[in-house]
T-cell receptor, first 112, second 111 residues
């Protein structure tokens, strides 16, 4: 148990659906991240929040929308996704940016 | 890009043997980190080595860093079947503190 919990663990959605991924941390960390992991590709950083403020948007399409309502929760809102968006989405936290990351178990997303 | 590249892409060994994985990167770094991932799960941090350090140990893990060659190695001694996983290096450098990951080495330890 890393102290970072992601729900749901698995998600299947159609291209017209709207869904949200949730990440909750109990570590008191100030930085929170969304990463995308696709087969045969390096882990891709999507978004970074530092003290609840977004500090990084790594050229992510607008069909992905992050939200950080408080220091313990991070959401990734999904709408009109494409099949190529199917991947493992990982939430991570760190005490401060640049320090070691604590990952959740991820949400395995399949877009049909 | 600071992206780390692990080598080899896959490694298969017998229990009890040592496993060595390498990571190369392109630009100067503040630190380099190694992570482990079991299939379909989140990554777990193993060890962090700073740019002014040359070697670190943690249990059966030994990490070296050669900044002149822009490379690092992870050695797992006396491997066990439970060490079977993917291993990633990640580099952090520059002013924006971003961690950049490589594609990983898939290690299989056969009983």
């Amino acid at each position: 148990e890393t102290g970072v919990t992601q729900t749901p663990r698995h998600l299947v959605m159609g291209m017209t659906n709207k869904k949200s991924l949730k990440c909750e941390q109990h570590l008191g960390h100030n930085a929170m991240y969304w990463y995308k992991q696709s087969a045969k590709k390096p882990l891709e950083l999507m978004f970074v929040y530092n003290f609840k403020e977004q500090t990084e948007n790594n050229s992510v399409p607008s069909r992905f929308s992050p939200e950080c309502p408080n220091s313990s929760h991070l959401f990734l809102h999904l709408h009109t996704l494409q099949p190529e968006d199917s991947a493992l989405y990982l939430c991570a936290t760190s005490p401060r940016e640049g320090e070691k990351l604590f990952f959740g178990s991820g949400t395995q997303l399949s877009v049909l | 890009s600071q992206q780390g590249e692990e080598d080899p892409q896959a490694l298969s060994i017998q229990e009890g043997e040592n496993a060595t994985m390498n990571c190369s990167y392109k630009t100067s770094i503040n630190n380099l980190q190694w992570y482990r991932q079991n299939s379909g799960r989140g990554l777990v941090h193993l060890i962090l080595i700073r740019s002014n350090e040359r070697e670190k140990h943690s249990g059966r893990l030994r990490v070296t860093l050669d900044t002149s060659k822009k490379s690092s190695s992870l050695l797992i001694t006396a491997s066990r079947a439970a060490d079977t996983a993917s291993y990633f290096c990640a580099t952090e450098g520059g002013s924006n503190y971003k961690l950049t990951f490589g594609k990983g080495t898939l290690l299989t330890v056969n009983p």
